[in-house]
Structure formats: structure tokens, C-alpha cells
């Protein structure tokens, strides 16, 4: 790939890491003063960058070929990264579809969405019937009982946007 295209990829997945960070400290002044809203939009801002850091890494479809390939390499990221998965994004991305799914499966109908606290705080509730919770006391985004630990991502992340950083500001005549 052209050197100058591979900045632009690199400069782009810096931004999207610079995202999930703002993201992060947001989320860390909304856990700090009551409103549900603020912490929800930061949690949502987390997945949708670091769904697009893993998109940009991990392609459904390049037309660049090897793209992905020397974008990951530049980086040091490699297929074990934590940053690959994007099923939390998803489960925002397609609250819409997943709603559905809860609507036809659910056992009871109980419908916890939006909740920030242990999961399974409500012990008549089942696990399923949470829609979006944020275990506070796991740092960690759960959705119909699946979890999705946010510190390895943000760490993850982190690296990246060092690297990203350096990589991104090279002549890109090098």
C-alpha cells in the first residue's frame, strides 16, 4: 500500500483511539454526578470508536489489498487483540433487532434496559431480561447476559494511540 494512504489509515485509527478516551473520561465525570443519559451517551461513544478502530483494522471488505494486513503490522496489532470483536457495538449499532429478539424469547417480558449497577441486582429478574447495564463494580458493559470487560479494550486502546501517534506523524515519503 502507498505510504501516504497507510497515514491516512493511521491517522484515522488514532483519532478513533483519541475518541474512545474522551469517551472514557466522560464516563468517569457521568458516574460522578447523577444522569443516566450522560453515562449511556459516553458508553455509547466508547463502543461506536472502538467499533470503528476494529473496523478499520479488521475490514468486512477492503478494496485496498493486504490493507488490513500492513495497517496491523505498522501498528503491532495482531488477530488476538482484544480490539477485534465489535458484538457490543453491534448490540447498539442494532438495538432495533436485538429488542426484537428479547421481545419474541423473553420467558417473563421483564424489561430491564439502561440500568447502571451489578448485574443481576434484581434477583427475580433473569440475566436475559437486562437489555444495556453497566456493572460498575466490573467496569463492564453487559447486554442479555453477555459481558463485555472494558479495561482490556481501554488498555488496548491506549497502546494503540501511542503507536498510532508515532506511525501517523512519519514522512510519508519513508
Known sequence: MDKNILRIFQREIERQCRFVIIAVQDLQKALQVPGMDRIWYSIQSFLVAAGNVSTLLWPPSAHIPDRAKELKNSLGVDDSS???????????????????????????????DSNVGPSGIISVMDLEDYLRNFDTTKNAVTFRGDEYN????????????GKASIEANKAHWK
Do not use: C, G, Q, Y
Open 82 to 112: 482484544p480490539l477485534a470483536p465489535r458484538t457490543f457495538r453491534n448490540h447498539f449499532e442494532h438495538f432495533d433487532e436485538r429488542l426484537e429478539d428479547w421481545a419474541t424469547s423473553s420467558k417473563r417480558k421483564n424489561f430491564v
Open 150 to 161: 472494558l479495561k482490556p479494550i481501554v488498555d488496548a486502546i491506549i497502546e494503540l494511540h
